[in-house]
């Protein structure tokens, strides 16, 4: 009755503390502006099922795909396995599903396959991150905690699938013995090759099986509670992402409603825009942007894809996609933080534009959305980008001299160029 009461409150502690933390961010994101995306819910579930259930976007690199997948798939699998522990915690049973008879045996067969190709395939990211060294796994913004964040995932998802199977070689090896408790249930195709590495005795065993069972249990809600401080909170976020992820083809910038009032009312003095306050242009802090850019920078699974194809990143300009949503991030999570200590009202004097993310960044970005094709859940850096350049050229008139020369050309000329529009044709003379 004891071990049922304790993990009665470590069930009730970890749930509660993943709902206060998860209300924090839900409070975070809730910063940004309002921002429609209920149209085409039938293309929206499609895009949701196609590329975060699927993966789709993860296949233009076929290794990482596969081990991404079996990782995926073992990991949510396994995890169905939870709900056989939570009853047995609770109700002090042993193995509650066993009445499945044929079906659990090919459960558990099953969920040890998947748990040694989670523990292969992280072990092979281990080495592809701090062996290999691949070169999208580094960069300014990858020092200190995210470098070490993703090791600690990793590191975690080993030591869980090892106390699952450990788990299991003891418990099999109970049964073999006749161990009242731990009736003949289940297949074990892994954690056979384990058991002649256990003792004999059946309280050395019973042991075992137990801290291991523990182990499991604890660290699942150990490892729940920490996704909110984690990259890893993509798990939960890719599917919101994906499905309230932007339709319209790439490239198609949007349109400033405080803009598109001016226009309307200069073509219409009739014209009386639904907000009588003008708005601001573009963005200079997160609550500028939309709530949909803010839940993109707690998606960022930090992968290093969009910065790879990033050609302003690959010609060795200072812009890197993957900190322009880490920057967001880290400047969403301090005005939440200013918010819990100080109100809602408080103002630290600081900004993502300029003290997160520089002027050279944002003007080093073609526009070319090679980082939005390449993100596997469908992030959008560039909105972002875009929106803090809308700020400094219309809020603050301050953009570099070679695009103030093409506004002006534009301005005067009706197009990018100096030529006078008269003179367009001239190329054509002779011809």
């Known amino acids: 009755m004891a071990s049922q009461i304790i993990f009665i409150i470590l069930c009730l502690t970890g749930v509660a503390l993943f709902s206060f933390n998860v209300r924090k961010v839900i409070r975070n994101i809730k910063l940004g502006k309002s921002e429609n995306r209920s149209d085409q819910p039938a293309k929206r579930w499609l895009t949701m099922f196609k590329v975060a259930f699927g993966q789709t976007k993860m296949a233009a690199r076929p290794i990482p795909f596969l081990l991404h997948l079996v990782v995926y798939l073992g990991f949510v699998i396994i995890n169905i396995e939870v709900l056989e522990i939570m009853i047995d915690g609770i109700f002090g049973t042993h193995r509650v599903f066993a009445g499945l008879g044929g079906v659990y045996n090919f459960l558990i067969a099953s969920f040890e396959i998947l748990a040694f190709g989670v523990l292969l395939g992280c072990v092979v990211f281990l080495i592809r991150r701090n062996i290999l060294k691949l070169k999208r796994f ?136 639904a907000e009588t306050a003008p708005g601001k242009f573009g963005a200079k802090d997160v609550n500028d942007l939309t709530w949909l850019n803010l839940m993109n920078a707690y998606t960022c699974t930090e992968c290093g894809r969009c910065t790879s194809v990033c050609p302003a990143n690959i010609t060795g300009k200072l812009l890197s996609p993957r900190k322009i949503m880490m920057d967001t991030r880290d400047r969403m999570e301090e005005v939440g933080k ?36 390449a993100c596997p859940i469908n992030i959008d850096p560039l909105a972002i980008i875009v929106e803090l350049r809308r700020f400094a050229v219309m809020e603050e008139s301050n953009a570099p001299a070679s695009i103030n020369a093409m506004l002006g050309n534009v301005e005067n000329n009706g197009a990018p160029w100096k030529y006078s529009p008269a003179d367009r044709l001239n190329w054509a003379e002779g011809n």
């Open 138 to 273: 580094s960069g300014v913004e990858m020092k200190a905690w995210p470098k070490s964040d993703a090791n600690y995932i990793l590191i975690i998802e080993v030591l869980l699938m090892s106390a699952f199977l450990l788990m299991n070689a003891a418990d099999a090896k109970l049964q073999t013995l006749g161990e009242s408790h731990y009736i003949n249930a289940g297949s074990f195709p892994i954690s056979t090759w384990l058991q002649g590495l256990l003792p004999s005795g059946t309280n050395s065993l019973i042991s075992i099986e137990r801290t291991t069972w523990w182990f499991h249990i604890v660290g699942i809600f150990a490892f729940l509670n920490y996704l909110p401080y984690s990259k890893h909170f993509h798990i939960l976020f890719a599917f919101p992402n994906t499905y309230f992820s932007n339709l319209e083809p790439k490239g198609e910038f949007t349109n400033m409603a405080s803009v598109t009032n001016e226009v309307k009312a200069m073509l219409d003095p009739s014209f009386v825009p």
């Open 338 to 373: 200013n918010i819990d200590k100080h109100g809602i009202d408080h103002q630290d004097g600081k900004a993502l534009l300029d003290d997160y993310i520089t002027r050279e960044e944002i003007w080093a970005c073609t526009s070319c959305n090679a980082c939005t094709e």
